[in-house]
């Protein structure tokens, strides 16, 4: 009651009428060009920005799982101790080599590493394992020696193979399913043909040039 009562003396009556307003503009009448501008004083115009290229030959849920990827936004064991939960185990549940970060269980742990050279074998990029983050792999393949497209389709599969990554780390942890390295890199051929047939102009892609990577384009 005095908390309530305190503010309540200070107000002083006046013979103007009342008005809306919004905080930190309490001076002006309310409106929505105040609230717009509110957020955007928030931001930090000195941070980094986030350069991720958008990829519609991808899924819209893998797209945006590499988009918070590369902020080191996924729920990885390391990931979630730092937001304060009690992890009390945070090494990698599939190599048991290292803590499990979102760069180990998408580049660094043995299973991606297996991953990797198969996609570079299969697509020929360069070996993946130079590499030191996910940022530096997509800039790679991006400027890749490869024609617009084929640098699009290979964008699209790094994409596609860290969703796959993620989703079978998931199935390893909680339901302790394990899968393949080959069934991996059999689903992620699969599911990239499929993408690139359906989302891109080149539905006239076979299964066995897909397979080859033999595209003349
Ligand atoms: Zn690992």
Redesign the pocket.
Known sequence: MDTLKEPLQQQKMTQTGDIWVWKNYENQEFCVKNVKLAPSQNLDINSSPNNYCWNNWATGKSAAFVWRVIDEKIPSAVALRNRGMNVHDVT???????D?TAV??LL?????KRIWEAVSTWTRIPTVNSVSSITELLQMILEGQRSRTVRKMLHAIAIETMWILWKNRNDEVFTGRHRAAQTIIEDIKVTTFLGVKIRSKHSTITKQEWWDFNLNM
């Open positions: 990698c549940k599939i190599c048991g080599a290292d499990e180990h269980i660094k742990c043995n299973l991606a």
